[in-house]
């Protein structure tokens, strides 16, 4: 056995297959699920990626480190896919950009996808523009709960955020201490109005999550959610020599 470093690049053991998504206004949405290499996934996380028109896509890179890592390291079944009109190597969605509206529609279709795999315990996990979808969206899905990194609340409103109020399901803002839009102490109060939300302020955050340290607290805080047993994630990894 050899020993390596996990990184940025790190891309640790996984059955991954390249799929595709049907909305129901008639478009292909391009994807890929991760699933553990040996054995059943215990959970499934449904990733939705920051917003396309600023460079978000399926692989941004805490959903791609997802990806790479969980189903590995956590047990996890990890879906990412580019919402309408989005490219990324994997390929290009059919459609357009709508502003957080028609992607209710992709969102459904992953959803779908989700439940015909008979994929376990979902949960949704969006990263900024990701965060709007889910909170609109969310509520009309089975998940267990949802996890919003960086959310800014603009695409969505108070009052759909405020509609979380009586659903039993966790909800998780994870807000960076330094976030371009919204930051831990505007997001106490935004949040006010969700008793089962859980925000998880991180100190020197921001909202790109750029670098090893603030990508590993994001990974910890979603397996710390979905799959606590699997904690503390391993700073190295075994892989057999050729």
Request: cysteine-free; overall charge negative.
């Amino acid at each position: 056995m050899t020993h390596i470093e996990v990184r940025g690049g790190t891309v640790l053991p996984a059955v991954r297959e390249e799929i595709t998504l049907t909305t129901d206004d008639g478009l292909t949405l391009v994807g890929e699920l991760a699933v553990p290499a040996d054995r059943p996934p215990v959970a499934t996380l449904v990733t939705l990626h920051p917003l396309p028109t600023a460079g978000g896509f399926m692989d941004s890179h805490i959903l791609r480190k997802a990806a790479a890592r969980l189903p590995a390291m956590a047990d996890l079944a990890v879906l990412r896919f580019n919402t309408r009109g989005t490219s990324s190597e994997r390929g290009t969605s059919d459609g357009e950009f709508g502003d957080g509206v028609t992607e209710e529609l992709d969102l459904r279709a992953a959803m779908d996808f989700v439940t015909a795999r008979g994929l376990p315990r979902p949960w949704l996990v969006g990263w900024s523009f990701g965060t709007e979808i889910i909170i609109k969206y969310g509520r009309d899905h089975p998940v267990d709960g949802v996890i919003l990194l960086s959310p800014p609340l603009h695409r969505a409103t108070q009052a759909e955020l405020d509609a979380w109020r009586d659903d039993p399901r966790t909800v998780i803002a994870v807000v960076p201490e330094f976030d371009d839009y919204l930051r831990p102490d505007e997001a106490t109060a935004r949040f006010s109005g969700v008793p089962n939300a859980v925000l998880i302020a991180v100190e020197g955050g921001k909202h790109l999550w750029v670098g090893e340290t603030q990508t590993r607290r994001v990974l910890t805080e979603i397996v710390k959610a979905v799959n606590p047993a699997a904690l503390p994630l391993p700073n190295e990894w075994d892989v057999a020599e050729a």
